[in-house]
Every structure is written in structure tokens, then in C-alpha cells.
């Protein structure tokens, strides 16, 4: 079955390192994207890629990196420019193209990172 | 950027109880979506509305796409235990140029249910 794979899914990390998140599909979809989550403030878009060796900032990508060298994985590393990492962390992708983000996104089951 | 609303913002309610929720933007949507999050995983997809007055329905849920195309809604009856979550909505907002084809997220609706 096609899906969106996350790794880990808990993630511990001592202030001043990098660290990075997993996110690899086999849905055959060209976007994928970045969301981090914290209480009471919905879905926050850190980066985003509509196609491969291709991708853009989001609204709050400060401390955050990312390559997209392979259509299926989209991995992010948290670097230790990101002053308050602790949240979970989502990836999602998508066909790409404005006729089919009508579709929406699937989703991947997500990463709590945790700083120590 | 484009904004959805949603309201309430968390509820509580008992075992069985039927659930409304709603969600408003400023600009007009031509596709509604509504997510949910189980509890530590991800948001999963439930109904896709794509016509102003869609009324569609998904086992005990049901969701509506206002005739203004500027809201929309989310029922649930007879709550059980397994409601339990955050509920999104979400939509393609009108083309404004690059990034236009990504989705806009509400904050979401926080449910709790009480066995």
C-alpha cells in the first residue's frame, strides 16, 4: 500500500546539535511539504518542494533546512538555530499543480522532537 | 495570507451527543476539506466538499459547504470515545500567484469526549 513514512517517531536531542527528520512517500506525488505543530496554534508550514532538486521557505523556515534530491523523500534537519524545537513535527505530499490540491494532502504520522 | 477560522476552538462533550463545528474565511473557497487528528498521529482526511450548498456525509459525519462559499461545517452525531481529536478544515485559497496552489489550514476544533 502507498503511503507517507515518518522516522523516528519520538526524537531527543540536546541543545546545540542538529538533528534531522525522515519523510519518505511512495505515492508517486511530486509536492511535499513541512508542518510544525504546537499546541493550540494549528499547522505551521516550514518548508515546501513542488518538485525535485527544487524548494521553498515557508512562514517560520528560520532554523530549519532541507533537500529534495529524490522525488521520494523530503527529509528535514532542525538545526541549532531553531531556539524552540520541541514540537511535532508533520510532512505531507501531494500531486502538485493547482487542479489537484483540491485532492489535499496526505499526511505522515508525524515526529515528536523533544529537546533535552 | 488567507485565513480560515474555526469555531470552537476545543469542546467537551458527553458520550452520544451530537457535534457542530464550523469554519469561516474572509475570501470565497471553491473546495472545503475536513481533517482529523487522532491524538500523536497525523490529520486523515474525511470529506471533501466541492459545490456551494454540497451537503455530503461520511458515516456518522456530516459536512455542508455554505452557499456563500465563505464557511463551512462539520456535524457529528452520536459521539463516541473515539472522536477524540483535533478537526481541521482546510482549502485551495483563490489563485494570488505563486504558493497559491497549497492548502490553507484552520487552526482546528479540539474534541473531547466524556464516557
Known amino acids: 500500500d502507498g503511503g507517507i513514512t515518518q522516522s523516528p517517531k519520538y526524537l531527543f536531542r540536546k541543545e546545540g546539535q542538529n538533528v534531522t527528520l525522515s519523510c519518505e512517500q511512495n505515492?508517486?506525488?511530486?509536492?511535499m511539504y513541512w508542518y510544525r505543530q504546537d499546541p493550540g496554534q494549528g499547522l505551521r508550514l516550514i518548508y515546501y518542494?513542488?518538485?525535485?532538486?527544487?524548494?521553498q521557505k515557508g512562514d517560520i523556515a528560520e532554523g530549519y533546512s532541507v533537500s529534495r534530491e529524490k522525488k521520494e523523500s523530503f527529509p528535514l534537519t532542525v538545526t541549532s538555530a531553531q531556539k524552540n524545537p520541541t514540537a511535532f513535527y508533520l510532512c505531507?505530499?501531494?500531486?502538485?499543480?493547482?487542479?489537484?490540491?483540491?485532492?489535499?494532502?496526505?499526511f505522515g504520522s508525524g515526529t515528536r522532537l523533544t529537546v533535552v | 495570507g488567507q485565513q480560515l477560522n474555526q469555531s470552537p476552538q476545543s469542546m467537551f462533550i458527553q458520550e452520544g451527543e451530537d457535534v457542530s463545528m464550523n469554519c469561516t474565511s474572509s475570501s470565497i473557497f471553491n473546495t472545503w476539506l475536513w481533517y482529523k487528528q487522532d491524538p500523536g498521529e497525523g490529520p486523515v482526511l474525511l470529506i471533501a466538499?466541492?459545490?456551494?450548498?454540497e451537503l455530503t456525509s461520511n458515516g456518522r459525519l456530516t459536512a455542508q459547504f455554505g452557499i456563500t462559499r465563505k464557511d463551512s461545517f462539520l456535524n457529528i452525531s452520536a459521539s463516541i470515545p473515539s472522536d477524540v481529536g483535533i478537526y481541521f478544515c482546510?482549502?485551495?485559497?483563490?489563485?494570488?500567484?505563486?504558493?497559491?496552489?497549497?492548502?490553507?489550514f484552520g487552526k482546528g476544533t479540539k474534541l473531547s469526549v466524556i464516557p
Open positions: 466538499l466541492y459545490k456551494a450548498g
Open positions: 518542494s513542488q518538485i525535485v532538486n527544487d524548494f
Open positions: 505515492l508517486n506525488h511530486d509536492a
Open positions: 482546510a482549502g485551495p485559497p483563490p489563485y494570488s500567484g505563486a504558493g497559491s496552489y497549497q492548502l490553507t
Open positions: 505531507a505530499s501531494s500531486i502538485s499543480g493547482s487542479r489537484h490540491v483540491i485532492l489535499g494532502y496526505t
